[in-house]
């Protein structure tokens, strides 16, 4: 998450929408997200707490892995509007900060997830969000390879996929 003591602001995109992907798959907390939780005051939110949040959330997702459309983008920014300020918590130096420390879970997760997907959407070099290309898999990733090429969300996928393709070759051919 920092780099020499001072957070990067395309770490702090990448990490939130690293955050928003985890959370519309419904993963487990990663240690991402409990030093997130920590780092700015932020309590895990009961489930369903995040029942108000996660199909917006979900939306603006899949519309950024896709390349739009905006709407579901702009929809979760009007919900949860990013309170952008500097921030010096922890004695880093100065960054800026998309949701207040000590929020509740659900606000700053939407504010700070919202920001993120809306720079991503908008052309972020530095993060990539995919849709899992494995058949009947839902799930979505960041794509940080050096060329921007994964496919997959998991090396199961990717090996599920390529098993179940050599499989129908061998059915073709003979």
């Known amino acids: 998450m920092e780099v020499g003591g001072q957070m990067r602001y395309i770490a ?10 985890e959370l519309v798959n419904g993963d487990e907390p990663s240690e991402l997200r409990r030093e997130f939780f920590r780092q700015h005051r932020v309590t895990e939110p009961d489930p369903e707490g995040l029942d108000g949040l996660l199909p917006a959330l979900r939306d603006a997702v899949a519309a950024v892995a896709d390349g739009g459309p905006s709407e579901p983008v702009n929809l979760l920014l009007g919900r949860f509007p990013p309170e952008i300020y500097v921030s010096e918590h922890d004695g880093d130096g100065p960054h800026l900060h998309f949701a207040r420390d000590g929020e509740d879970a659900v606000h700053w997760l939407g504010r700070g997830c919202a920001a993120a997907l809306a720079h991503v959407l908008c052309g972020d070099p530095d993060v ?27 090396n199961a996928c990717a090996s599920r996929t390529t098993v179940a393709a050599h499989r129908a070759r061998r059915r073709e051919g003979g």
């Open 128 to 154: 990539t969000v995919g849709r899992c290309r494995a058949r009947d898999c839902p799930r979505f990733f960041v794509d940080d390879s050096r060329n921007r090429s994964r496919r997959f969300c998991s």
């Open 12 to 21: 702090y995109v990448g990490n939130l929408t690293r955050l928003a992907v």
